[in-house]
């Protein structure tokens, strides 16, 4: 099946600094990268769609400037976190879209601390 | 994405069956029901899905009623692993993002 692996699984940084997050598809093509994020006992929440080659789309609330998003490639999407608060602390989970068989997956998250 | 309505939680004793109710009598002709599951501290996992005849796989199976306004997600024999959130999606497939409500946490025992 297909398989997406997303990474690091988890991050702990200081407040103030910069994490990114990868994640792959390993043997498909990912024309667009969902990417969600979880605050603790809640749902997923929407952030931002991004599809390979164009600017992202932020979700209502979302900063754009501070969730930098890079989808240079058909297997690659890069989420950052740029300048990292207390407040950003958060599950982070990718959802490629597989365009030749309309399948969306998901990655294992990636747990963000900001301290 | 049509609304869905699940009960917040459910037990159910490992080796008995699990059945996990939702509405969406809002749905639309083209929607279907999807189910996705995630334990704790992981990404979102595929179950089934639907549109209106019955649906089985090798994880569960999927009752969707004749007006399509509810389903059921039936694990058959429920294990300690099966302890997680199920999520009752409904989504027209394709390029499209899914929506997630708060879903049902459902405790499996022994």
């Known amino acids: 099946g297909a398989v997406v692996s997303q990474h690091p699984s988890w991050v702990i940084c200081k407040s103030g600094t910069s994490v990114k997050i990868e994640c792959r598809s390993l043997?498909?093509?990912?024309?667009?990268m969902f990417w969600y994020r979880q605050f603790p006992k809640q749902s997923l929440m929407l952030m931002a769609t991004?599809?390979?080659?164009?600017?992202?789309?932020?979700e209502q609330g979302v900063e754009k400037d501070k969730f930098l998003i890079n989808h240079a490639s058909l297997t690659l999407s890069t989420l950052t976190v740029t300048s990292a608060h207390p407040e950003d602390s958060s599950f982070y989970i990718c959802?490629?879209?597989?365009?030749?068989?309309?399948?969306?997956?998901f990655g294992e998250g990636s747990r963000l601390t900001v301290l | 994405d049509a609304k869905t309505t699940q009960p917040t939680s459910m037990d159910c004793a490992e080796g008995r069956a699990a059945n996990l109710p939702c509405n969406h009598s809002?749905?639309?002709?083209?929607?279907?029901v999807y189910w996705y599951r995630q334990i704790h501290s992981q990404g979102p996992q595929y179950i089934i899905h639907?549109?209106?005849n019955n649906e089985t796989n090798e994880m569960a199976s999927l009752i969707i009623t004749e007006d399509r306004k509810s389903s059921t997600l039936i694990l058959p024999h429920a294990t300690l692993r099966d302890t997680a959130v199920y999520y009752c999606i409904v989504r027209v497939p394709g390029y499209s993002t899914l929506t997630f409500g708060k879903g049902t946490m459902l405790l499996v025992s022994p």
């Open positions: 809002t749905i639309s002709g083209n929607e279907y």
């Open positions: 991004s599809n390979e080659g164009s600017k992202a789309t932020y």
């Open positions: 043997d498909f093509q990912a024309t667009t």
């Open positions: 959802s490629p879209y597989r365009v030749d068989t309309g399948e969306l997956f």
């Open positions: 639907g549109l209106k």
